[in-house]
């Protein structure tokens, strides 16, 4: 078959207009849905009223998914492969601890020396209004620095820190952050990712982080806010609205994304993550 694909914006991303997930899947529409993931970035399929199981198994035609052994304490109780991205209260009536999920520019597991290929988000429950996603296209942030600019950063390592979210204020001391952090200690990544299928290159930063390897803080800043801000300017993003049943897909090795939290947080809202493995990259940083 040849899929039906809209755009989503100009940057990035694209919908899958006439699959059902819940029908057997041929290997040739899987790998169409395959290409479309490599060139869009980001895939949408709405509409996706699937179990647990056929979002794993969905999610596994991808590649090898990951246990979430960094992230412990967020997966769900029987499915390691799932992640929650949720602020529903714990039967215990204690807060979810997984509330403030992705809250700042990332993109996923770069805290580890095994990133992220791809990320499939399935949307459960959302409260009335907002509890938007953005997206940016890396591609596109590389593509358009200067030679100068791309010469300088070309051998630069960032070194990207776990728990590192801007809303944390509350939270620093708190039992998961300090877990998440000696679980993961701090990774550095090539500021310049080659694409391992594509090729193209792509800048691999976001706000978890601080310092380049080898730099101070305070010589790094000015170079990591000014990529940082680059990158994420609004001609390179998508937004996602969410419905409930949307299930998006993303390549965590040329995009960055951000929960926004524009919602009113007594209302609920539970998204289900399973998180596809990628390729090594980086290495541990002896004084991170
Ligand atoms: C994630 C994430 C963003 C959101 O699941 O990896 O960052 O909007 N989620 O929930
Ligand atoms: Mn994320």
């Given at each position: 078959m040849t899929l039906k694909l809209r755009r989503l914006s100009n940057a990035l991303g694209a919908e899958v207009c006439d699959i059902d997930l819940t029908k057997p899947m041929s290997e040739s529409t899987f790998g169409e849905i395959?290409?479309?993931?490599?060139?869009?970035?980001?895939?949408?399929?709405?509409?996706?009223?699937?179990?647990?199981e056929q979002h794993i198994e969905f999610s596994s035609r991808f590649g090898e998914l990951d246990k979430h052994e960094s992230l412990p304490r967020d997966r769900h109780p029987d499915y390691p492969e799932l992640l929650m991205v949720t602020?529903?209260?714990?039967?215990?009536?204690?807060?979810?601890?997984?509330r403030y999920t992705g809250r700042s520019w990332h993109t996923d597991f770069s805290y580890t020396t095994n990133p992220a290929l791809g990320s499939l988000l399935r949307c459960?429950?959302?409260?009335?209004?907002?509890?938007?996603?953005?997206?940016?296209?890396?591609?596109?942030?590389?593509?358009?620095?200067?030679?100068?600019?791309k010469k300088l950063i070309a051998d630069l390592h960032g070194i990207h820190l776990s728990g590192t979210r801007k809303i944390n204020v509350a939270d620093k001391g708190n039992e998961r952050r300090t877990e998440v952090m000696k679980l993961n200690p701090p990774i550095a990544q090539p500021v310049v990712r080659v694409h391992p299928e594509t090729g193209r290159k792509a800048i691999y930063l976001g706000e978890?982080?601080?310092?380049?390897?080898?730099?101070?803080?305070?010589?790094?800043?000015p170079l990591i806010d000014y990529l940082n801000k680059h990158a994420t300017q609004p001609e390179f993003i998508y937004r996602q609205m969410w419905r409930e049943n949307d299930l998006l897909v993303w390549d965590n090795r040329c995009t960055l994304h951000q929960a926004l939290g524009d919602f009113d947080e007594t209302q609920i809202r539970h998204l289900e993550r399973t998180t596809v493995k990628g390729t090594p990259s980086g290495y541990v940083v002896a004084n991170g």
């Open positions: 395959y290409s479309a993931f490599l060139q869009h970035g980001i895939l949408l399929f709405r509409n996706q009223n699937i179990s647990r602020n529903k209260p714990n039967p215990d009536g204690t807060p979810s601890e997984s459960h429950q959302l409260p009335e209004v907002g509890g938007d996603t953005l997206f940016a296209n890396m591609y596109m942030a590389y593509d358009t620095l200067s030679d100068g600019m978890k982080v601080k310092r380049f390897d080898g730099m101070t803080e305070e010589e790094s800043k």
